[in-house]
Antibody, heavy 118, light 108 residues
């Protein structure tokens, strides 16, 4: 079964850090671009970051101003999102999704909730 | 970046109604437009890709059309399980993967 499973969310204080993980199974992870998409409570979907299959190309949402770093380990079939200097407005459910240029985000994880609050 | 604008932001409809949602891109995206359905507490689900191709397992009452900058999602006969929020998204360019703001389909 093709599957993505996120982990690592939780409650963190403003200014803190968190690392999200996404474990992939059922497909050849190393051949796909992967993306993170978030959804703040009651809001729409917002693309966060993408990484090419080899990791050589990385794309980030400009408004994040370098606070978030996407990475991957193809040997472990895993995607990561390192989030630093977290703010209240980063509170959201974070989804990982399988991606490819010209293709849709066809596989999504169940999401992991990140809450930034003092 | 390409901006995606959906309309309406919400609509009220009854079971059996024909529902149409539109999505406009700020510049041409050829046919690289995707539609997702999201229910509360769940991850988005791909419905339509490449403007008009039905994802495997999606009921045929869903259809998509359009090219260039203007696109449409149609539900031919709304079913109880179709009350949800729908998002369009372009995959024409390299990231960012821009989404429309969503259309919530509610019970009339």
């Amino acid at each position: 079964e093709v599957q993505l499973v996120e982990s690592g969310g939780g409650l963190v204080k403003p200014g803190g850090s968190l690392r999200l993980s996404c474990a992939a199974s059922g497909f050849t992870f190393s051949t796909y671009t992967m993306s993170w998409v978030r959804q703040a409570p009651g809001k729409g979907l917002e693309w966060v970051s993408s990484i090419s299959s080899s990791g050589s190309h990385i794309y980030n949402r400009g408004s994040l101003k370098g606070r978030f770093t996407i990475s991957r380990d193809n040997a472990k079939n895993s995607l990561y999102l390192q989030m630093n200097s977290l703010r209240a407005e980063d509170t959201a459910v974070y989804y990982c999704a399988r991606d490819q240029q010209y293709s849709p985000l066809d596989i999504w994880g169940q999401g992991t909730l990140v809450t930034v609050s003092s | 970046d390409i901006q995606m604008t959906q309309s309406p932001s919400s609509l009220s409809a009854s079971v059996g109604d024909r529902v149409t949602i539109t999505c406009r891109a700020s510049q041409t995206i050829s046919g690289y437009l995707n539609w997702y359905q999201q229910k509360p507490g769940k991850a988005p689900k791909l419905l339509i890709y490449a403007a008009s191709s039905l994802q495997s397992g999606v009921p045929s009452r869903f259809s998509g059309s359009g090219s260039g900058t203007d696109f449409t999602l149609t539900i031919s006969s709304l079913q109880p399980e179709d009350f949800a929020t729908y998002y369009c998204q372009q995959s024409y360019t390299e990231p960012p993967r821009t989404f429309g703001q969503g259309t919530k389909v509610e019970v009339k």
